[in-house]
């Protein structure tokens, strides 16, 4: 099973890949724990600098904003 | 006037509809036309060129550069990269922890704190439009220079006592950035450019707005004597009535314009536009999550004392030429 982390203090943009997280994983019929990391010293720990930022096995994989094609194509490969 | 066709077609739209190009009214109109498309088209263009220049140095790559300097060298990289990292208020938190963390001194990251949200991309496309390319370089270098000098401050007072604890308890992390190619990095500052327009917008047409009104109803050299350039504590009432104001620095940008064109001294101006943007209650409320108030406080005053400090060398300069 993939964990999928969301690191995001809450701006507009973490609430809209949220979103586009559980879509994609709903379209692609896989099983995926999703959790939304809001405290700003846990996301310091990952190193990202710019939220929000897509965790998949503790990996980043995607910084800023992203497309939905592209956070389907990062949870099916990640 | 950068585009003498846009300038005379719509002069012609004003002289059609019947409206005497010379009266207040006519000025006023064709003032808010002629600017607001010209900013428009000006933003569009140059925020894609920066955003793409930017798409190299996000934040995380601004924290491995700024490990590597030390002392007031440092402070002019913090400080300059402050100009070009992307930066938006609900990311300062994160790269504040991110660069103390990691072992940035604090005056090299406050070099970068203090010239990000003076020096901004878009102001520097309308001071380019509504000026010239001097006076946009000069604000360049001035908000380099506030974050160099304002960081080298903040350094020789030591001040890492007022940073809030857990800060220097987190252990940070470097990581592999996702690598972007061409396509990405195209679409990014597309995404960018779409994404500042939205979200300045309403600024600007409030902005032109209120500039047209200047423009047309307020008589020639009425502030000459209030605000001009010989007026020695001009600067100092403009800044202090503009730190509190919370406005986007693009707005002012057309209401700096009209009034410099009614006789405000141009420093003076660009004093009001620095103070507006650079320091903002929104902005204080986020840094108190990892500072302690007394560290805000002095933020607060080396910055208003630079923005003060500018608004009269540039008096002064401009003032010579």
Known sequence: ?78 | MIFPWLDSSVSWLIETLDIDLDSQVGTAIHFFIYDTIQITLLLIFMIFIISYIRSYFPPERTKKILEKFKGIIGNFFGSTLGVISPFCSCSSIPIFIGLISSGVPLGITFSFLITSPIVNEAAIVMLFGYFDYRIAILYISFGILIGVVGGFAIDKLKLEKYIEDFVYNIKNANIVLPKMNQMDRFQFSWQETFDILKRVYKWIVIGVFAGSIIHGWVPEDYLVDIAGPDNPFAVIIVTILAVPLYSNVLGTIPIANALIGKGMGIGTAMSFMMATTALSLPEMMILRKVMKPKLIWIFIGITTVGIIAIGYAFNLILGVI
């Open chain 1, 1 to 78: 099973m993939k964990i999928v982390k969301i690191l995001g203090g809450g701006c507009p943009n973490c609430t809209i890949l949220h979103n586009n997280v559980l879509s994609a994983i709903r379209e692609l019929k896989i099983e995926a724990k999703v959790e939304k990391i809001e405290d700003f010293a846990e996301i310091s720990k990952y190193g990202v600098m710019s939220t929000p930022a897509l965790v998949i096995n503790e990996k980043v994989v995607g910084i800023g904003k992203l497309k939905y094609k592209k956070v389907k194509g990062l949870i099916e490969n990640g």
